[in-house]
């Protein structure tokens, strides 16, 4: 995910929901618990994901 300010981050979680690459989110983060890789950018587990609009 990159942030409107250009901030990558490499989110994991499970059932968060399915969205759209391009699709506007709104994501509550906490500190990666795992060892996992989910791509480039600073890695942080999803606690909630909403779409916005």
């Known amino acids: 995910m990159v ?3 250009g901030r ?3 989110l994991h979680g499970t059932d968060k929901g399915t969205f ?3 699709a506007w989110v709104r994501v509550t983060t906490a500190a990666a618990t795992a060892e996992v890789d989910c791509g ?6 999803i606690l909630k994901m909403s779409p916005v609009g």
């Open 3 to 5: 942030t409107d300010d």
């Open 20 to 22: 759209a690459t391009g």
């Open 8 to 10: 990558e981050y490499a």
């Open 40 to 45: 480039p950018g600073v890695p942080v587990s």
